[in-house]
């Protein structure tokens, strides 16, 4: 990671140029003090007193020097963006996450640990937003521990927003709405989730925004944008005003018209860790739901691709 010192920033010190760029931790700070390559004017090791002068290249080592312990494995992968701070898959159908019990070998940690090992780049998986196995769309990781930390601090103060497409059972879905319900982890699973009242011990707050585009063939097409980010909390909200997600079989019942939840993280909004431009990035409709859709709201077909 590196700038450029521009006029206005003339005579500042090195510290206090990193705390107006970044949101930088003490243990972040002290551990790029005592890299040796941590922080470097010019291409000279300095310390954070160093006064700066315009033109001056400012460079941070805040690449992995290795990788962590998980299998690269070369698995089919498509990436919407990458630089050296990020990278934004799309994340199919069927394919979890980050490894977890009876899944080692086939996760998008995995697919990105080859990626990286055939470029000879350490890797770590940090991922800043995670998907359900069965939920296709936009993943947002981060490359490094410093990119990690400014895109954990965007996304707590709600400067991150994530969009969905979901088909719904039922076409009398209210037009929109603001579905604010509390969930919690149900005291027979470890998994399954629940609406519950909101002072219940372990009630976290939950609100999904949404509006319908359309509707047909018995169903209703959203677009959800989660304001919080609970477990299964798009699934459950909309099982709790009676329209689950179609073939989503834990919350709601089987659809013969496609075998898996019909939900897609359509559209991720974000400001760049390191310059602070706002990124957009839309993922495509994966083949199943496309189908659905065709076959549910075929006057969509030419807006949604």
């Known amino acids: 990671m590196q700038w450029i010192v521009t006029p206005e920033e003339d005579a500042l010190c090195v510290r206090e140029f990193l705390r107006r760029k970044l949101p930088l931790s003490s243990k972040m700070l002290k551990y790029l003090k005592y890299r040796e390559d941590g922080i470097l004017v010019n291409g000279e090791r300095v310390t954070v007193r160093r006064l700066l002068r315009a033109g001056d290249r400012l460079s941070l080592a805040i690449a992995d020097s290795v990788s962590a312990p998980i299998a690269p494995v070369a698995l089919p992968l498509d990436i919407l963006y990458e630089d050296s701070e990020l990278v934004v898959p799309a994340k199919p159908a069927g394919m979890p996450t980050h490894p977890s019990h009876n899944h080692h070998t086939d996760t998008v940690a995995n697919a990105l640990a080859a990626r990286y090992a055939a470029q000879g780049i350490p890797f770590v998986f940090r991922p800043i937003n995670r998907l359900d196995r069965d939920t296709s769309g936009l993943l947002l990781i981060a490359r490094n521990k410093l990119a990690a930390g400014v895109l954990t601090r965007s996304m707590q103060n709600g400067d991150i927003r994530k969009s969905y497409l979901a088909v719904l059972e039922g076409e009398d879905c209210p037009d929109s709405g603001l579905i604010d319900r509390p969930l919690h982890r149900t005291a027979e699973s470890i998994i399954v989730r629940e609406v519950c009242a909101p002072d219940a011990p372990d009630a976290a707050p939950s609100r999904t925004a949404y509006r319908v585009l359309a509707r047909g063939g018995g169903c209703s097409l ?68 496309k189908e659905l859709i065709d076959r549910c709201f075929p006057h969509l077909r030419k807006e949604l691709v």
């Open 222 to 289: 959203a677009e959800a944008v989660p304001l919080t980010g609970r477990t299964h909390q798009l699934r459950v909200h909309f099982a709790s005003i009676g329209h689950p997600i179609a073939g989503d079989t834990l919350y709601g019942i089987p659809n013969g018209r496609i075998g898996r939840q019909a939900l897609h993280a359509r559209s991720l909004r974000f400001p760049h860790p390191s310059t602070g431009e706002t990124m957009t990035l839309t993922a495509p409709l994966p083949p199943d739901l």
